[in-house]
């Protein structure tokens, strides 16, 4: 059955269904972009929320609202809170279908209710500059028009989906991450809809990433009259991050970005507190105990220090995605869906990491750069090119609609031979 369907089944009244979809499709992002959705933005997060239930219902299958975990964080004062996170969105059709895949986007973007970046502009006629235009509010709607297409097949019950979209990918995925590792269990592979770049290039290999938070505490004191009886944290906080800095390079591929300390007050005081905040980006996992060994270290010697005391807050939310030889087939098979599209699928490696660095460490293939062309994402500059809409829309069609007719192996599948 199925060798005859490749050979015979026609992919274009499926993909045409698609052809006149960028007007619509950009009118929808241009109302999901007006939706403030910051990361901590919680009404904006559940009026997101409302919009994409209501977009996804037309897949014909209830959407379900799922609580997230808390997010941990350190305020300015030291002091370790819980945060409440927005909640997502799931939904599931045809779990038993004999291709399985997980569908990742997120909602939230880096653009708070205060930030100055609420509005859009058309730089030209297929250009929009908007907040989370390319990330990822594009991205979502290359993904629900690709499975508006997958319905409109005559493959759709070989096709199961599952489809899961966060609310605090922008914040490291603290309280969803459990429920993309649950997902990726019950599928074959996954698609995530991070925007690609410019030109249509996608992340290959990423990154790990960890976010900390150096507390750092001395003692108050009068800087003239009592300077001796003074414990200066920022000065210990000085010494921290001279040692934390000098990690980086120390092995291969890994940075420490120290990204800001606050803490201090007026000059004729002696500072009691410090919090250093900063971010580890690495490319092996074994690198993340390292780190944290010889971060512990420098933390341990200002604990020491007679009157100070100091704690490291945080940790490793995202693991490297290496490009594996079972993810470099997939990427191949994309690529080989491309041509039929007349694009031209190719792939970098990244420092910058997303949900998809979290589903491939559960153990399946994934692609997280099937979203929008776009680029100067998290920056008032960000814009997503309109043509990609139904462009990466059709690409995504194209590959699932492959993978169920036969034409090419399931990425679940893809055995463990050496990459080429």
Same mark, same amino acid.
């Not at 509005?119 to 907040?131: I, V, Y």
């Not at 980006?281 to 220090?305: F, H, K, M, T, V």
């Not at 589903?359 to 293939?365: E, F, N, Q």
């Not at 998290?378 to 034409?407: C, M, P, Q």
């Given at each position: 059955?199925?060798?005859?369907?490749?050979?015979?089944?026609?992919?274009?009244?499926?993909?045409?269904?698609?052809?006149?979809?960028?007007?619509?499709?950009?009118?929808?992002?241009?109302?999901?972009?007006?939706?403030?959705?910051?990361?901590?933005?919680?009404?904006?997060?559940?009026?997101?929320?409302?919009?994409?239930?209501?977009?996804?219902?037309?897949?014909?299958?209830?959407?379900?609202?799922?609580?997230?975990?808390?997010?941990?964080?350190?305020?300015?004062?030291?002091?370790?809170?819980?945060?409440?996170?927005?909640?997502?969105?799931?939904?599931?059709?045809?779990?038993?279908?004999?291709?399985?895949?997980?569908?990742?986007?997120?909602?939230?973007?880096?653009?708070?209710?205060?930030?100055?970046?609420?509005?859009?502009?058309?730089?030209?006629?297929?250009?929009?500059?908007?907040?989370?235009?390319?990330?990822?509010?594009?991205?979502?709607?290359?993904?629900?028009?690709?499975?508006?297409?997958?319905?409109?097949?005559?493959?759709?019950?070989?096709?199961?989906?599952?489809?899961?979209?966060?609310?605090?990918?922008?914040?490291?995925?603290?309280?969803?991450?459990?429920?993309?590792?649950?997902?990726?269990?019950?599928?074959?592979?996954?698609?995530?809809?991070?925007?690609?770049?410019?030109?249509?290039?996608?992340?290959?290999?990423?990154?790990?990433?960890?976010?900390?938070?150096?507390?750092?505490?001395?003692?108050?004191?009068? &800087?003239?009259?009592?300077?001796?009886?003074?414990?200066?944290?920022?000065?210990?906080?000085?010494?921290?991050?001279?040692?934390?800095?000098?990690?980086?390079?120390?092995?291969?591929?890994?940075?420490?970005?120290?990204?800001?300390?606050?803490?201090?007050?007026?000059?004729?005081?002696?500072?009691?507190?410090?919090?250093?905040?900063?971010?580890?980006?690495?490319?092996?996992?074994?690198?993340?105990?390292?780190?944290?060994?010889?971060?512990?270290?420098?933390?341990?010697?200002?604990?020491?220090?007679?009157?100070?005391?100091?704690?490291?807050?945080?940790?490793?939310?995202?693991?490297?995605?290496?490009?594996?030889?079972?993810?470099?087939?997939?990427?191949?098979?994309?690529?080989?869906?491309?041509?039929?599209?007349?694009?031209?699928?190719?792939?970098?490696?990244?420092?910058?990491?997303?949900?998809?660095?979290?589903?491939?460490?559960?153990?399946?293939?994934?692609?997280?750069?099937?979203?929008?062309?776009?680029?100067?994402?998290?920056?008032?500059?960000?814009?997503?090119?309109?043509?990609?809409?139904?462009?990466?829309?059709?690409?995504?069609?194209?590959?699932?609609?492959?993978? &169920?007719?036969?034409?090419?192996?399931?990425?679940?599948?893809?055995?463990?031979?050496?990459?080429?």
């Amino acid at each position: 059955m199925l060798s005859a369907m490749v050979n015979t089944y026609n992919y274009k009244a499926d993909l045409a269904y698609l052809d006149d979809r960028r007007a619509p499709m950009t009118e929808t992002l241009r109302a999901w972009c007006a939706i403030n959705s910051g990361s901590a933005n919680l009404s904006g997060l559940k009026a997101m929320h409302g919009a994409l239930a209501e977009a996804f219902s037309a897949l014909g299958v209830e959407v379900e609202t799922v609580p997230s975990g808390p997010h941990r964080i350190v305020t300015r004062d030291g002091e370790v809170v819980e945060q409440p996170v927005g909640d997502m969105l799931r939904l599931v059709k045809r779990p038993q279908a004999p291709v399985r895949v997980l569908l990742v986007g997120h909602m939230d973007t880096v653009f708070g209710a205060d930030h100055p970046f609420q509005s859009e502009k058309f730089l030209d006629d297929d250009t929009l500059n908007a907040p989370g235009a390319a990330d990822m509010k594009g991205g979502l709607l290359v993904m629900l028009n690709a499975l508006m297409a997958i319905e409109n097949s005559s493959l759709a019950d070989r096709i199961g989906y599952e489809v899961l979209i966060n609310a605090d990918e922008e914040i490291g995925s603290i309280g969803s991450a459990h429920m993309l590792t649950e997902a990726a269990k019950r599928a074959q592979f996954a698609c995530v809809y991070e925007p690609a770049l410019p030109d249509g290039t996608l992340a290959g290999a990423r990154k790990g990433s960890g976010n900390f938070a150096a507390v750092i505490r001395g003692k108050s004191a009068h &800087a003239g009259r009592e300077h001796h009886l003074g414990r200066n944290a920022i000065a210990a906080a000085a010494d921290f991050i001279s040692g934390v800095d000098k990690l980086t390079g120390q092995r291969e591929g890994l940075t420490v970005n120290v990204a800001r300390v606050d803490g201090g007050g007026p000059n004729n005081v002696v500072p009691e507190l410090a919090v250093v905040r900063f971010n580890v980006r690495l490319e092996q996992p074994e690198d993340s105990d390292w780190l944290l060994e010889q971060a512990n270290a420098l933390i341990a010697d200002i604990d020491g220090r007679e009157g100070y005391s100091a704690k490291l807050e945080g940790g490793f939310t995202r693991p490297p995605k290496p490009m594996t030889p079972q993810l470099n087939a997939f990427f191949l098979a994309l690529r080989a869906a491309g041509v039929d599209l007349g694009l031209n699928i190719d792939w970098v490696p990244t420092g910058g990491c997303c949900d998809g660095n979290n589903i491939a460490a559960a153990g399946i293939p994934v692609i997280d750069t099937l979203g929008v062309r776009g680029a100067h994402i998290h920056s008032s500059a960000e814009y997503a090119k309109l043509d990609s809409l139904v462009e990466r829309a059709k690409l995504s069609t194209l590959l699932l609609l492959k993978i &169920a007719a036969g034409e090419i192996p399931n990425p679940g599948e893809f055995v463990n031979t050496e990459k080429h």
